[in-house]
């Protein structure tokens, strides 16, 4: 059974740092492409940033580049990956969710939702101003 844990939510102010993480176990094959969406009520899910765990490229939404890093364990497990954020605004507040995907998904479908079978619950970030 596959299972999705994600980590290290939590409340900052405007300015502040926090860092998510991420662990797939269950997996009959290694991941292809894990990575982080967000949510608020009423709104999509929204791609935040995305890694190809068997190639290392990443991929960021623009409201997040520069101010996050989406990194992988390559040293136990290629089934981690980490959200680091600095410069969090009080637009950043939603619940991230991970997700991962054990088959390919080409660059330009890696902020769709839907390419993605296994999810995690989701972590609550909320920066306050």
């Known amino acids: 059974q596959v299972q999705v844990l994600e980590s290290g939510g939590g409340s900052v102010q405007a300015g502040g740092s926090l860092r998510l993480s991420c662990t797939a176990s269950g997996f009959t094959d290694n991941s292809y492409i894990m990575g982080w969406f967000r949510q608020i009520p009423g709104k999509a899910r929204e791609g935040v940033a995305m890694i190809v765990t068997r190639g290392g490229d990443t991929y960021y939404v623009d409201s997040v580049k520069g101010r996050f890093t989406i990194s992988q364990d390559t040293k136990t497990h290629q089934n981690s990956v980490y959200l680091q954020m600095n410069s969090l605004q009080p637009d950043d507040t939603a619940i991230y969710y991970c997700?991962?995907?054990?088959?390919?998904?080409?660059?330009?479908?890696?902020?769709?939702?839907?390419?993605?079978?296994?999810w995690g619950r989701g972590t609550q970030v909320t920066v306050s101003s």
């Open positions: 997700a991962a995907e054990t088959s390919l998904v080409i660059p330009r479908k890696a902020f769709y939702a839907n390419m993605y079978h296994y």
